[in-house]
């Protein structure tokens, strides 16, 4: 049947050659169009997988301008389609600029049908693998989220989630320690979304962000003419965050004289408004996060360690990306499918020296590190893949931070780190991983079991 076909455009005004080709497809489903417009009526009508398409089309049939119009709009609006050019004698130079700018390959004037039809064939083989890869990892990205959105493989980041997914449903304060851009506010809403409250508010807010005298008003508000500029009463985070979650980011930048005052609150679940006389009573969740040793300021008095004990009632100890082997992969191809379809779709995948460059530095900015490298990354790449240089890291510059006390410790721990990243940069297939380390698939397997990882 035509509808369970594959679907072929060919872009071509001479009606002849038109009637040619079509008959030459049996296994298409064959689309005919002979200007810009009409082909790029049947591209959206129809979203073939390969496009034939001749670069002398009208009104230009002695030139290349119009079919050259046609290749970057279908780049545009569809960049996975195959295009194949047909190059003329004397073109050569057209047919390779054509595939610097997206086309598949390029075939030579007059047609050879045979040798047209193993090119058409082997495109639309390749549109099919792109396609199942991008289904692939799709599903793999679905498969590595916990808390419903923070995307991970790593044994370190599923403990931290189950810790999580265990104390969410509780109202104890969640206290989150992790360098910056570990994804602290994402876990604190991962409590949020996980808890009896998910219906309620998420209030977050940076108490390093916010000046000293505007931080208490932000937090428990104010009353009219409580001071100049208070025109009217105004409900603090701690106020709107009622029946829901406040998420106090850099908890430790909260200065002593209001430390006290939150203490209160916690204590006693009742808040005064600034020029306030009246308790009110606020039922509101706390998760706090900082990059701070709050113990060491309890040392020297900069933190109150009562408060400290309020707020800690449950610790969260967030690893670094450095720490988490093969997750710096997988954020990374998150990050390319999200801005590549905003910004570049031409942007397809990382290049080798990229994945590599990827896995061996030290992210010393942690995961916003990784998603700005990777967003800029995408803007500058000239083509298909990103590269090293693209993502202005320098393949090899990372180094180990562990030194392991002997031999055996150190072989499993290069083991794991190996095997972990393999199977990022494989999407979990276990076949390409064995190729990846250069073993068999039931040496694998034994390793697997032996050291305790999942595929």
């Known amino acids: 049947m035509a509808d369970s076909k594959p679907k072929l455009l060919i872009i071509e005004d001479d009606e002849g050659l038109q009637a040619q080709l079509k008959w030459a497809y049996e296994d298409f489903d064959v689309v005919l169009a002979g200007t810009r417009d009409s082909a790029l009526a049947a591209l959206r009508s129809e979203e073939p997988a390969v496009v034939t398409l001749d670069l002398g089309l009208p009104p230009d049939p002695d030139g290349v301008t119009e079919g050259f119009a046609v290749l970057e709009a279908i780049m545009a609006m569809k960049p996975d389609t195959k295009v194949i050019v047909a190059s003329g004698h004397g073109a050569r130079e057209s047919a390779l600029r054509a595939v610097e700018e997206g086309a598949y390959d390029f075939y030579q004037k007059p047609v050879d049908i045979d040798t047209l039809g193993l090119i058409v064939q082997r495109a639309y083989r390749l549109h099919q693998i792109e396609a199942e890869n991008r289904r692939l990892a799709d599903k793999v990205g679905e498969d590595r989220t916990v808390l419903g959105s923070m995307i991970t493989a790593a044994p370190e980041m599923a403990k931290v989630a189950r810790t999580i997914e265990r104390v969410a449903p509780t109202n104890v304060s969640v206290m989150l320690l992790g360098a910056s851009g570990t ?87 009742t808040i005064e408004r600034i020029g306030g006389r009246k308790a009110i009573g606020v039922d509101t969740r706390i998760v706090c996060a900082t990059h701070q ?160 990882l999942s595929a």
């Open 183 to 269: 994804g602290k506010e994402l876990l604190a809403r991962g409590v949020h979304d996980s808890s009896d409250r998910r219906d309620g508010p998420f209030m977050a807010i940076n108490c390093a962000a916010i000046p000293e005298n505007l931080l208490e008003s932000e937090l428990f508000g104010h009353e009219k003419g409580a001071f100049t500029g208070a025109v009217k009463t105004t409900e603090g985070k701690i106020e709107l965050a009622a029946g829901g979650t406040l998420f106090l980011d850099e908890v430790g930048d909260i200065p002593l004289p209001l430390q006290v005052k939150l203490l209160r609150f916690l204590q006693e679940r």
């Open 293 to 452: 040793d709050l113990e060491t300021m309890i040392g020297e008095g900069t933190f109150r360690e009562d408060l400290f004990y309020r707020l800690a009632e449950i610790v969260v100890r967030i690893p670094a990306l450095a720490e988490r082997p093969g997750d710096a992969v997988l954020l990374a191809k998150h990050f390319l499918a999200r801005f590549a379809k905003e910004m570049n779709p031409q942007v397809r995948g990382f290049a080798p020296n990229a994945l590599a460059a990827i896995d061996n530095w030290n992210w010393p900015g942690n995961v916003r590190e990784l998603e700005n490298r990777v967003k800029r990354a995408v803007i500058m790449a000239d083509g298909k893949l990103v590269s090293a240089e693209d993502l202005d890291l320098a393949a090899g510059s990372g180094e180990e931070a562990d030194i392991a006390l002997n031999l055996k410790a150190a072989r499993e721990q290069a083991d794991r780190r190996m095997i972990r990243q393999a199977l990022s940069r494989s999407e979990g297939n276990i076949s390409n991983t064995a190729k990846l380390l250069g073993i068999s698939r039931p040496t694998l397997y034994d390793l697997l079991k032996q050291y305790d």
